[in-house]
């Protein structure tokens, strides 16, 4: 069992930052992959980040430059740092947890674990 618990959330203007948090506890090697997801209203849960115990990570590319995906030495936090935000990434962000793969993962259906979700809002 992993328990996720994202925070960071909030509303900020166009062109401004973030810094997501998510909490991660429980099986560690059902954390071996963790991810950021993201959903606005009206579409469907799209990828964002990748990072595996190692450090390596693997950026969607509407925001590779901009986002940041990281985690504590711990692997119990991870985060998403998220720089120059625009109206049309508001949404619900979640983080994501599986176990090992031979590929780094992607697509929803290869995480088992996910936290709640934080709104984050973009305005112009």
């Known amino acids: 069992q992993v328990q996720l618990v994202e925070s960071g959330g909030g509303s900020v203007q166009a062109g401004g930052s973030l810094r997501l948090s998510c909490a991660a506890s429980?099986?560690?090697?059902?954390?071996?992959?963790m991810a950021w997801f993201r959903q606005a209203p009206g579409k469907k849960r799209a990828w964002i980040a990748t990072?595996?115990?190692?450090?390596?990570?693997n950026y969607a590319r509407s925001v590779k430059g901009r986002f940041t995906i990281s985690q504590d030495g711990t692997q119990n936090l991870l985060y998403l740092q998220m720089n120059n935000l625009q109206p049309e990434e508001t949404a619900v962000y979640y983080c994501?947890?599986?176990?090992?793969?031979?590929?780094?993962?992607?697509?929803?259906?290869?995480?088992?674990?996910w936290g709640q979700g934080t709104q984050v809002t973009v305005s112009s």
């Open positions: 994501a947890a599986s176990a090992y793969l031979s590929y780094s993962p992607t697509w929803q259906g290869d995480f088992d674990s």
């Open positions: 429980g099986n560690p090697t059902a954390r071996y992959y």
């Open positions: 990072i595996d115990q190692y450090g390596a990570s």
